[in-house]
């Protein structure tokens, strides 16, 4: 830090000053390492956010664990499974922008970039159906919210297969502990959090493909090289750690108790 | 303890108040030390090096370790003790002794409600035998509340749908204050109550009915509980209903514009049919209780509404049975306003 | 001045590691391993936040100051699970809610 | 000597003109007066509540207005105090101002996101505003479930999003002071060149960051039970309603040191200035503050002794609790020691620093009486802890803050205020502010519950009293609005350092320039040296 004068000398003789410096800071590393600090301490941020959420999670889920399990269970692994991929590869897919912002190729930057949207579209158009499933079956809390009506009380003949199956799975199970009146009440709780949960969450990732949305605009019309790529970087770490929300979620939400 | 007469410090009616009390007077002295020796260090040093000259600047200290040291161990010292005292009392006030006697008491927007194990209820009172101790089982139809004795220093909040309990043990007879202390909406500072502490043998006797050897007004208090007219009329005036305390003898402000003076025909209108006059200021609330109270208990209840106004008595007029029941305007309302 | 540039081969490398241990995770689930189904299941998941972190966030070439941070999220969130199980875990044994007893 | 004082010819005031040089601007320092002048308007309009509620509390019926009208009030009063006046004050106001000069750099880090946070809070605060007076919400400043979630009205939601905007406004001016002061200082400024008050604000700035974040979840976890009818908090649908209260503790009992320790910074500064000596054990102090700030992340849950949690968890937490008296109590005794072999005079901002002292240390110490659990079974929920808390809050932070207004005023403005009567304020405010909340500390004791609209006989003349005091505290507030505004035209003009103060800030024009020094300072002392400022001042008389 206290060379940081000598620093702006240097480069003032190198050359001419990056059109993207602000003009309260001296270099453009001392200004780049502001925003990742920065960037890291909104992360920080966003960790208690969910961290509030967790707490709560952990809470009923010590109390209600067995209404968790069979809440749990009505969740489909293909779906979840399938989002857990494709969230992975959209951070492979940011990994590679911000590496091609690095090495100044613009095109390679745009394309990642477009891809990664795509792959966050995939992910919440799976959460659409998921989500309209649970409309579906009463799944959603409130006061529509019915929890036996999924597995006793099949409506039409489509929901046969899945009945059988229902009930397959229930013969298996260890005895539950609860009657059907507490189910109907604790397996509320989890969908209470499992749409809070997976809402804050899909908003993140709305939020994160409309920056992405600008980011790619700037890329393309060259705002950056490899002097100053930070807004590719800034959206690529917030995009990480939307994938690690839902690498802790996914295992909470859909994996509580699969074994029976 | 008073002082002018005014209360300053809470009675000391049970067990733990001494202990709380001695508690809190240890850590009344070490904070006073600390803040008065701060404060004189202070001061004395503001006289003492007070600037004399411009451009005069302090002595160059820039601090000592050991002095830091003894500044952090002391105040951890004390704090330990403070923790461990405050503990050790406080783990006395969570562990009612087996033979406890047990009440319930049901916390609801906004009275209180308790329950004796021989079947009494009562409403926003309490009695219960000095010496003994007492085991309450707290629960909330609604919303938090939390159970206060200021003068036996205890409270436990009331949490819907999960039982919490305190216990204490009354030692001196008399009659104290029983609090809501969690906020519980509107009423909040009307859900308050009395806590009668009776001797062993006295409580007996209340135990055995009170209502027996009771007076007729006795009686009509009980009543009173008895049908929950309590809860709407609270006598702070903020019930749903108007505070019925003096209220005899009184001219009442009425919904449509008139007035009318409360006497026993007033009183007993307004108890069987409510709808009649409504009190201006009021929703029509109140439930018509023709039918549903017989004659003596009528009466009673009368007595119990006159004996709330004690300075009134030669202002009402006799009781005229039956038909009191019946409106009376011309006679008893006098157009004011 | 450009940040530390990773080959792509490390990042398919840490892509594919993901993949394997989503399939470990979903794996493990359906093997009964009492109490420590959860233990398992978090101690995959955090493997898999550390590699994103590592790697993909370059934390591994940050500064100090970013180890920092990130260590200090994960210290308060600690915190902040590790007090609630202090009332929450003494209380399970003494006092469920009534209506589930 | 004072007709060689002119305001400087370029600085920061009259450096672009109109409101929109005003609306859009980056400059932190006049940033800092937008945060000043909404947070004033705060303050009052708060401080009307608190008239309110002391006007219904004179007698012991509830006579002046109706109970639903005097919950609305005392919510509204802790809700404006709490999270639009307080929380914002010292940091979005002194530290705005304050922390770029002091370590001398240019401007925050992130001038763009520091206006952000300012229209963030201002539509935080149009939003609570409207919702409290098209109706107002009477759950009390902490929002228990279920009566938050099931009772009360719908005005409920509204407000919280209110808090919940403003917390970002919070999250980010927090975000934007820990970058700054890692990353911006200037050249030989090291960590313990710092300021205390940049110290303060950098364990402030952590509280910020890691506690909003919390309360700003569970008011979304609030708002989708009451909005959307989720079961999570509400009983009577599985819900466990203490859970509510740990969420909410867990942020709002380290948002008191949000509150608290800018002003312990604020006190260094003026205890240093004002006894021209360096701080008594600077390295401890500075910590100090750090430890405040983690170990204010531990202890939320003695705001539960009586709410459920297990005796176990409360013992826990009730030792925990004692943790942060300790990084206090060094605070406190090194101030003291500061003082030994100093040159002290009592200008305004001593006055105010010496009422701190004594405010904040019954305050602190009150607490230790809340956080010892036998005793707080008793006191829990009386005026004692409403007693309590204005001591600290009111008598701590808000004394803090008027001190160092004073203290930076020329700075700020460039002009002095009237001396006589800011000793005038200074006098009556802690004379009122002891009238109002010394006897809350007696009626607590004897068992008046907070949250009341009407209480017992008794305790009427007690109450009395603090309505009394009140009065007296309004009028000592009501005198700095008029003499502040009136030395903006009429005061005599300041020059750069009227103090004799040490810090880098004194070392510019005031009012500094836009960027606050006409080239970037380099640090080659220790703080808080008054050698050379003392040589400088002799010089100028
Ligand atoms: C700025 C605000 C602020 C600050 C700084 C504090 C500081 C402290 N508070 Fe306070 N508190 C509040 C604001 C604040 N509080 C509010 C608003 C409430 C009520 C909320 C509500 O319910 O609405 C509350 C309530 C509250 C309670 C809950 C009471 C109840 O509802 O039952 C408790 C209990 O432990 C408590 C304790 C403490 C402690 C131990 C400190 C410590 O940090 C104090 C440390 C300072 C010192 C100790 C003084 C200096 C030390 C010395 C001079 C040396 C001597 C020391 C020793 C011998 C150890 N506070
Ligand atoms: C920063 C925080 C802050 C500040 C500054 C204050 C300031 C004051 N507060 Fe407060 N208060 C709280 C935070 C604060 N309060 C909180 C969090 C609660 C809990 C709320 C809850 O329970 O939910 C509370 C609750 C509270 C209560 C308890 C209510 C109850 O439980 O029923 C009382 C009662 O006396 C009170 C009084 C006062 C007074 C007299 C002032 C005075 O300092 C105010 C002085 C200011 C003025 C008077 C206005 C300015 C002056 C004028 C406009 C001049 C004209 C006026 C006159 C001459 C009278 N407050
Ligand atoms: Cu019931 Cu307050
Ligand atoms: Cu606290």
């Not at chain 1, 209600?64 to 809440?71: G, I, P, Q």
């Not at chain 4, 983690?294 to 459920?308: E, N, P």
């Amino acid at each position: 830090m206290s060379n940081v004068a000598a620093h702006a000398d240097d480069r003032g003789h190198a050359h001419a000053h990056h059109p993207a410096l602000q003009h309260h800071f001296d270099t453009m590393a001392q200004q780049k390492e502001a925003a990742v600090v920065g960037m890291w301490v909104f992360l920080l941020t966003e960790i208690l956010f969910f961290g509030g959420l967790f707490a709560a999670y952990m809470v009923y889920r010590i109390w209600y664990f067995d209404a968790f399990a069979e809440a749990s269970r009505s969740l489909s692994l293909f779906w979840g499974g399938l989002n857990t991929a494709v969230l992975i590869g959209s951070s492979l897919t940011m990994a590679m922008a911000v590496r091609c912002a690095q090495t100044n190729k613009r095109t390679a930057t745009v394309n990642w970039l477009i891809l990664t949207m795509i792959l966050g579209a995939v992910f919440l158009g799976v959460k659409v159906i998921e989500y309209a499933d649970k409309f579906e079956h009463h799944h959603v809390p409130g006061y529509n919210f019915q929890w036996a009506a999924a597995h006793e009380a099949p409506a039409a003949g489509e929901h046969a297969v899945a009945a059988s199956e229902g009930a397959a799975a229930a013969e298996g199970h260890r005895e539950l502990s609860l009657t059907p009146a507490q189910l109907q009440l604790t397996t509320q709780i989890y969908f209470s959090l499992y749409f809070t949960m997976t809402g804050l969450h899909a908003l993140h990732m709305i939020i994160g493909i409309g920056i992405m949305l600008v980011i790619t605009r700037m890329a393309y019309q060259g705002k950056f090289d490899q002097e100053y790529y930070t807004p590719v970087e800034m959206a690529g770490l917030y995009w990480h750690f939307v994938d690690i929300v839902w690498i802790f979620l996914f295992p909470l939400l859909y994996l509580v108790e699969r074994h029976v | 303890m008073k002082i002018f007469g005014i209360p300053i410090f809470p009675e000391q009616a049970s067990t733990f108040a001494a202990d709380v009390d001695a508690l809190y007077f240890f850590v009344l002295a070490t904070c006073a030390f600390f803040a008065i020796g701060v404060a004189v260090a202070v001061i004395y040093f503001g006289i003492r090096y007070h600037k004399k000259h411009d451009g005069e600047i302090g002595a160059r200290i820039e601090g000592s370790l050991p002095l830091e040291l003894l500044w952090s161990v002391i105040p951890t010292i004390i704090a330990m003790v403070m923790f461990g005292w405050g503990a050790s009392v406080f783990y006395h006030l969570r562990r009612p002794p087996a033979e406890a006697m047990h009440i319930y008491a049901v916390g609801k927007q906004w009275m209180w409600k308790f329950q004796h194990l021989e079947g009494q209820r009562e409403i926003n009172e309490l009695h219960i035998p000095a010496g003994r101790p007492i085991k309450v089982t707290i629960s909330s139809e609604d919303v938090l509340h939390s159970l206060f004795f200021p003068a036996f220093r205890t409270k436990m909040d009331a949490i819907p749908g999960r039982y919490t309990e305190l216990w204490f043990e009354a030692q001196t007879p008399g009659e104290y204050h029983i609090f809501c202390t969690e906020y519980c909406g509107t009423n909040h500072s009307g859900m308050i109550g009395t806590v009668k502490v009776l001797e062993p043998a006295q409580y007996q006797a209340w135990l055995q009915g009170g209502s027996m050897e009771g007076t007729l007004a006795q009686r009509g208090a009980k009543l009173f509980n008895d049908l929950a007219c309590s809860t709407c009329h609270l006598d702070t005036g903020q019930g749903r209903g108007p505070s019925l305390k003096d209220i005899l003898g009184k001219t009442v402000d009425l919904q449509d514009g008139s007035s009318a003076i409360v006497d026993e025909g007033y009183l007993r209108e307004s108890i069987l049919n409510s709808q009649a006059k409504i009190v201006k200021g009021f929703q029509p609330l109140m439930p018509t209780f023709q039918g549903l109270i017989s004659e003596e208990n009528l009466v009673a209840l009368i007595e119990h509404l006159k004996s709330l106004s004690p300075n009134a008595t030669t202002a009402a007029a006799p009781a005229t049975g039956a038909a009191a029941a019946t409106p009376q305007p011309a006679a008893a309302a006098v157009e004011k306003k | 001045m450009s940040g530390h540039v990773s080959p792509i081969s490390l990042y398919i490398t840490i892509f594919m590691a993901l993949m394997v241990l989503t399939v470990a995770t979903v794996g493990a689930a359906f093997v009964d391993l009492g109490q420590f189904n959860f233990l398992v299941a978090m101690i995959i998941a955090g493997f898999k936040a550390t590699l994103v972190i590592w790697y993909f966030m370059h934390v591994k070439y940050a500064s100090k100051l970013t180890k920092l941070t990130v260590a200090t999220g994960i210290f308060f969130l600690a915190i902040l699970l590790g007090l609630f199980l202090v009332d929450y875990g003494s209380k399970a044994f003494t006092q469920m809610p009534p209506f589930l007893s | 000597m004072l007709d060689q004082l002119k305001m400087p010819a370029r600085n920061y005031l009259n450096n672009g003109h109109g409101l929109a040089s005003w609306l859009l601007t980056k400059d932190h320092k006049r940033i800092a007066i937008m945060y000043l002048i909404s947070i004033s308007v705060m303050f009052f309009l708060g401080g009307l509540f608190a008239v309110g509620i002391r006007l219904e509390l004179a007698t012991p019926a509830g006579d002046f207005v109706q109970a639903g009208t005097y919950n609305k009030f005392f919510t509204a009063h802790g809700v404006i105090m709490v999270f639009f006046f307080l929380i914002p004050s010292i940091p979005a106001v002194l530290g705005n101002f304050l922390i770029p000069p002091m370590i001398g750099a240019k401007d925050l880090a992130f001038p763009r996101i520091n206006l952000i946070s300012l229209y963030i809070y201002w539509i935080g605060g149009v939003f609570t505003l409207y919702a409290m007076l098209s109706g107002g919400v009477d759950t009390g400043w902490t929002f228990y479930t279920p009566y938050s979630a099931t009772g009360s009205n719908s005005n409920v939601v509204p407000v919280a999003l209110g808090i919940f905007i403003a917390g970002f406004s919070s999250i980010l001016t927090g975000l934007n002071f820990i970058v700054t002061i890692h990353r911006m200082r200037a050249p030989g400024m090291t960590w313990f060149r710092l300021p205390l008050f940049v110290w303060a604000h950098y364990a402030t700035s952590l509280v910020q960051v890691l506690g909003t974040p919390v309360i700003a979840i569970t008011i979304v976890m609030l708002a989708v039970e009451r909005g959307l009818g989720f079961g999570i908090f509400d009983p009577s649908r599985g819900g466990d309603p203490v859970l509510f209260q740990h969420l909410f503790w867990f942020y709002s009992h380290p948002a008191v040191y949000i509150m608290i320790l800018p002003a312990l910074g604020v006190q260094s500064e003026l205890i240093s200035t004002f006894s021209r000596k360096t701080i008594f054990g600077y390295s401890f102090v500075a910590f100090s503050s750090v430890a405040i700030a983690v170990f204010g992340f531990i202890v939320w849950a003695h705001h539960m002794f009586v709410s459920g949690i297990s005796t176990y968890a409360a013992m826990v937490f009730s030792f925990l609790s004692f943790s942060v008296a300790i990084p206090s109590a060094l605070k406190v005794f090194n101030w003291a020691a500061t003082l030994y072999k100093g040159a002290i005079s009592f200008e305004t901002p001593m006055l105010y620093a010496y009422g701190f002292m004594g405010l904040f240390t019954i305050g602190g110490l009150t607490g230790l009486f809340l956080a010892t659990l036998g005793m707080d079974i008793h006191l829990h929920d009386t005026y004692f802890v409403v007693a309590h808390f204005h001591y600290i809050m009111v008598g701590g932070a808000i004394m803090g803050y008027l001190g160092g207004l004073h203290f930076w005023w020329p700075k700020i403005t460039g002009r002095m205020y009237s001396e006589f009567f800011s000793r005038i304020a200074a006098i009556l405010v802690f004379v009122g502010f002891n009238l109002t909340f010394f006897p809350q500390f007696v009626v607590g004791y004897l068992g008046m519950p907070r949250r009341y609209h009407s209480y017992p006989d008794e305790m009427q003349v007690l109450n009395v009293l603090s309505s009394a005091g009140a009065s007296v505290l309004g009028l000592g507030y009501l005198l700095p609005a008029i003499y502040l505004v009136w030395s903006l035209k009429k005061g005599e003009v300041a020059g750069p350092n009227p103090w004799g103060a040490s810090g880098l800030e004194w070392q510019t024009q005031s009012p500094p320039l836009t960027e606050n020094f006409v080239e970037v300072p380099i640090v080659d002392r220790e703080p808080y040296e008054y050698e050379h400022v003392a040589a400088k001042e002799k010089h100028l008389v």
